[in-house]
């Protein structure tokens, strides 16, 4: 019980990032040898969006060019792997979160905003991400870490853009924060 308490109070440390960074190219690098695909996870949401689709407008999805390429594959957009790696991301996150006692069901934010207003905010950004990366036709791990990985200079490029563009970003935003 003892020691139940003391995890909560006193979580572990963040793991080494330099290890960590290591053990992602080797995830990247078995993604690439069992999927044929880098990682990436912006598919995830057009996919399951089709499947939502098909359900519920069936006729709508089959003649739709945007719907049809996902409902008319072989397996259907529920079976698609990147569904499975999200669904993945996710369980482990948790289980991460539960093994080191970090997991706590609450909104943090700056003193300076509402927790109403930081999950608005969140929200908002969690929809633009995803409509700037259908627009690019990938999300920042499929396009920085598969891109590098495979030496394009897309990804060295779009590596880049995203680091600049948070810099330049985070001044205007950091009342959200601290």
């Known amino acids: 019980m003892e020691k139940e308490v003391n995890k909560r109070t006193n979580p572990k440390k963040y793991k080494n990032p330099y290890l960590m960074g290591v053990l992602l190219g080797f995830v990247l690098i078995a993604a690439f040898y069992f ?3 880098g990682l990436g996870a912006s598919g995830a949401p057009k996919r399951v969006m089709a499947a939502v689709v098909e359900v519920v407008a069936p006729q709508h999805a089959e003649k739709s060019e945007f719907y049809s390429k ?9 079976k698609d792997w990147l569904n499975f790696e999200v669904l993945g991301v996710i369980i482990g996150g948790f289980i991460s979160g539960t093994l080191s006692g970090r997991l706590k069901v609450k909104v943090e934010h700056s003193p300076k905003i509402t927790s109403r207003k930081r999950l608005a905010f969140a929200l908002i950004g969690g929809i633009l991400f995803e409509y700037g990366a259908s627009m690019a036709r990938g999300c920042t791990s499929g396009a920085a870490l598969s891109g590098m990985a495979v030496l394009a200079t897309g990804g060295l490029v779009t590596m880049f853009a995203i680091f600049g563009g948070a810099y330049l970003f985070a001044y205007f935003f950091r009342k959200l924060w601290i």
């Open 35 to 37: 999927s044929g695909r």
């Open 70 to 78: 996902y409902v008319k594959s072989a397996r259907g957009p529920w």
